[in-house]
């Protein structure tokens, strides 16, 4: 397994002249766009790493389905789906344009933007503080390590330059879909999207996805297996924006990406793969992380279809 | 003129009982929705008055194309256009969808609200205080009214429950369109809509429009008469949110109506017509009030087709 | 005035290197792009012609407002009205978006495709034959030309690559809005399309809309007012596609535009326009015929506004 | 199996109260809405049955998926989804919406009816006859049945009402996405929704796609593995129209449901099911036939996720 890991962080690398980071949050922009780095973490506790694996970058919207997760906990999902659809969508990630043409401003799915922002105004808790504390708590279960944190900087930047977001959600609570107060979901919204993780950080939750909710190295039980499997699914119909369809036929893995260059991928029984490199494609998907991906499902037949 | 204006508004009292004030903003939905007055201001400085037209009433949208006279004084015409379009829409007035589908996410016109935040965020001034200022001063100018204030109340109450506006606003941020901080444009959005006029007011505003840019009372040029040609087309086209084809073809004279009740029409070379009445239909615009002028045009062959 | 006519008429050739002619129709991209005419027809009787003024061309959309008449005086404005709207738009001509997001399915206005091939299907007649004959008498009538006929060539080719307008019609049929057989209306649509006229033609149907109704030469009435000023508003609103706003700014009167290059336009109470010039812009609107209007509305202070 | 089977069939029933018959081709609406049957083909060959499995029905939509694996072989992976894309999408079935607003009009997915329309025009063939017969015989094929033919009065229903999917083909010549003569691409694609099948039919069909490729009873290999990996993918991210992400969520089997109330789903490795109830939720799908599979993937976890 190590060694097909390498073939494929190896054969990846050919790809690492195409694309570009993501320059709409400027912080992001900074980066060292030629880093590469995965990890695998399989169900049985064993961990692979190859490349700039230790690197750290912000989860972005790998935070969406792991934030569902707590929403449906804290509510229902009878609650939560009345607010939010389930239906995927091929417009670009951020559309409001679905929204308004769908009859009830329902967000499609709680993995576009929207529908994220409207997922995190149902977390409980007193003040956002209380409430970011339990997401950032239920992230380090998932993932196995309490060192996790969030970004300040990269925080400041998406919050000063967020409007398109400030733009969902001042629309979604106009159709009364978002709870509380705007701005403070909008916090709630950034500092998630700010968490700093490593690639052993995301593969260590996919593979609690892949286990249907086991900590692969404790083996206890850390999420419900209803939740792992419902997220699951949201990552192979939604879950690589406008690219999903596409990701499913090539790849054939539940993963979800983000604008930081990060993908987490679950192979169902067998493991999580976690895998970052900053060049995004058009799509805003990961170039070379796709590459590993198409790789490693191509070389061992991981597709689930 | 006093007899014919005096059956106008007969004749629309039999339309009292239709429609409903707007709801949306709390504030405006405690009026006394039966209230129904009319005043005309003549290019020769005449003036006839019928039912309530002492009322004062928030001028809401009736002051965009002003607004849009002040913007295109203090920039230009072409800095103006290359970020709002000219053209009229069937949508709803304040809708996001012609914003993304269009390619340059360049708000269609000067009259929806999306390009009425623009145009208000091209207005100079030091600091959103001057800007008012400067606004309400013009305002007070065209109407012959030093008096003129805003409702605190209103302004208020727009700007807590102003999430549609909000969402249109960080929308054209993010586009680039919109000019500074996105909340002091809708302060100051806000603020103009709640300034408070009487049918009068209007009314007179309307007479300048129609001599091209004359006082009515002292024949004094207040403003250039390019300016008070474009804003007469802008609403022909796009003055009665998306009823303008059908008031088009039904009234034919320019005009501009708010969701607090008033309406705006000018008669080229003649007149100037204020009417006031808050039950609005589902389009927004004031269903007695149309009557009145309905009445009008038909009566005195107005329509300038 | 026929001075200024062949001023503007000068004034327009420094435009003849812009644009193109319309492409889509391949018939129309055979014409010889440089050609440039006007014509003048008082309400009066009086006529004034400058440059290619003979050239005979296809009429093209111009024709919609013609046959929207002719469906007026067969059904009613009620019948139409609830059929086809009244409301401008601002997207392109033909476009399927606008039917699809409203509610209804009613096309927009009859000026849009949608909108007249809908009002094809509610002019009378036994037949196809019947019908076009009726249509073809009706132009005749109004430009008081009885030598008018169509253009085989062009009908044939605007059949064999009509698409879109296949797919306008089915679509309207599949909402219930066309009657009849869809193959038939929209042989009678191309037909109508493909009626050959001149600018003295378009100008002497431009005088009758001018004069309310009325033969500028044998001073007979020819159409009901009523009729005549209900165009007039949609020329205004939605004549010249989705520049009609900017149109109304730049030259402020009643105009149609056709992809064969030709315009016609209308001065209240004072005279028709026809104009010729078969480069079109991006918007499908004459680019040397807007200049002809644009001149002599400045010249002579034409705008309705 | 075969009591697991009969018990699903038996809680399905409880629903058969619920929707109604396709009523938009009107050869639909004659169906006894009360039928209820089931079969499964596993990869091993063994078959179950239950309630009126003997019913023909026809396949409609259900054949999308295998004329698209006849395009592929005819064509090329690269031909085809240059042409149609690869996304799924939240909007109803044959939305011509998205083909507008989308840049390049290329219909979403291969399942939608934009995108399945254009399939066929990738069908070889001399003449529409050969086209069908292809197909048809490749049905035979893939369903081990060579009795399979297509009902005639359904067909010509189709062809007669088929509005909208004449819209659509049209449009998608317009933009040069559709091979040929729209009218005889529309005949092979009436004619192919209108292929009648049994419950076993479509069962052994999904057999084949669950084995990737093998024929259950003679494990002679009828189809690439590639294809049938890859139109696994379309049915689980757009295979139940737009409540495909709920019916992921639910039932997490690749399907493929058609307006007659069939719906054809996969176990990948394990079997195929064929469902048949004619009763249709507003979203077009088979409401007890969806009860079927909801049983049978709860009961022996048969979700991919």
Redesign the interface.
């Known amino acids: 397994m190590q060694k097909i890991l390498d073939e494929a962080v190896d054969y990846a690398r050919n790809f690492l002249h195409q694309g570009q980071p993501a320059s709409y949050i400027p912080e992001l922009a900074k980066v060292n766009s030629q880093l590469l780095g995965a990890a695998i973490v399989t169900t049985e506790g064993k961990t692979y790493y190859s490349g700039n694996y230790k690197q750290h970058f912000t989860i972005q919207s790998i935070s969406k389905p792991i934030a569902l997760i707590l929403a449906l906990k804290d509510r229902s999902e009878q609650y939560v789906f009345s607010r939010v659809?389930?239906?995927?969508?091929?417009d670009a990630f951020n559309?409001?344009?679905?929204?308004?043409?769908?009859e009830s401003s329902k967000p499609?799915?709680p993995l576009i933007n929207a529908g994220a922002i409207a997922i995190d105004s149902f977390i409980k808790g007193e003040t956002v503080e209380d409430k970011f504390n339990r997401l950032l708590n239920f992230f380090r279960l998932l993932a196995d390590n309490n060192q996790i944190t969030y970004d300040v900087n990269v925080y400041k930047s998406e919050d000063s330059t967020g409007?398109?977001n400030?733009?969902?959600?001042?629309?979604i609570?106009?159709a009364g879909i978002l709870n509380g107060d705007?701005e403070e979901v909008l916090e709630l919204y950034f500092k998630q999207c700010s968490i700093k993780v490593s690639c052993k950080d995301i593969a260590t939750i996919a593979s609690v996805l892949a286990s249907n909710g086991l900590n692969p190295f404790s083996k206890k039980r850390v999420c419900e297996k209803h939740y792992t499997?419902?997220v699951?699914?949201?990552m192979?119909?939604?879950g690589m924006y406008?690219?999903?369809?596409?990701f499913?036929?090539k790849v054939?893995l539940?993963a979800k990406s983000g604008v930081a260059g990060g993908i987490m991928a679950t192979v169902?029984e067998k493991m999580g793969i976690g895998v970052y490199s900053p060049n995004l494609d058009e799509k805003g998907n990961s170039v070379a992380g796709m590459k590993v991906l198409e790789y490693l499902s191509n070389r061992l037949d991981l597709?689930?279809?």
């Open positions: 659809g389930m239906e995927p969508t091929g559309s409001i344009i679905k929204l308004e043409t769908s499609l799915n409007f398109k400030r733009a969902l959600a001042n629309f609570k106009d705007v499997r419902l699951k699914t949201f192979v119909t939604c406008d690219a999903s369809g596409e499913a036929v054939g539940p169902p597709s689930i279809f």
